[in-house]
């Protein structure tokens, strides 16, 4: 998996209250800001590449997505994934 954030020299890798505090500020706010809009925000300041890194990671684990707006949305959603799951149906390839 080769994100943007890998491709570069990542100075400083964020620590994990920092990511579950974008986490948590995306699940409230979930398509009301923009990339840059969002990263001015957020309760606490960090530098724009450690957010990036963040976001990247986010965005590459499927737990938030941009619409055509450029607008950042939640996306993930492990009980509905889990009810799917459970029908035999249903498969994962």
């Known amino acids: 998996m080769k994100t943007r954030a890998s491709s570069q020299q990542v100075l400083h890798y ?5 990511v579950l505090m974008v986490e948590n500020f995306i699940r409230e706010h979930s398509g009301m800001f923009k990339k840059k809009a969002l990263w001015e925000n957020l309760p606490k300041k960090m530098m724009y590449q450690t957010y990036g890194v963040v976001f990247d990671y986010l965005q590459e684990s499927g737990k938030i997505a941009v619409d055509s707006e450029g607008k950042i949305a939640w ?5 509905l994934v889990q009810k799917y799951l ?8």
């Open 86 to 93: 459970k029908r035999e149906h249903l498969f994962v390839r």
């Open 14 to 18: 964020p620590q994990l209250d920092t």
């Open 75 to 79: 996306i993930f959603n492990p009980e």
